[in-house]
């Protein structure tokens, strides 16, 4: 896979290291496959925490995205 941009640090790693957070329609995922159709920005596993705290997801999707994604990923952050 090619290589993609953190939404937070802005350094470039391969897709497979980040996590891909999606907007299908009005509602946000956590895109574990990292193929899912819809707009979609990936964080860095070690930028989870900065994430959350800065609400990055807001800038990247130019929305304000709820809690419960923020949520899902930092479960799946802990993973």
């Known amino acids: 896979m090619a290589n993609r941009i953190c939404c937070v640090c802005r350094t470039s790693k391969p897709a497979e290291t980040l996590v891909r957070v999606a907007r299908i329609g009005g509602e946000y995922i956590i895109d ?38 923020y949520e899902m990923l930092a479960k799946y952050a802990e993973k």
């Open 32 to 69: 574990e496959k990292g193929n899912s159709n819809g707009r979609g920005c990936r964080v860095c596993p070690s930028c989870v925490e900065k994430a959350i705290k800065t609400r990055a997801l807001n800038k990247s999707f130019k929305a304000n995205v709820g809690n419960e994604i």
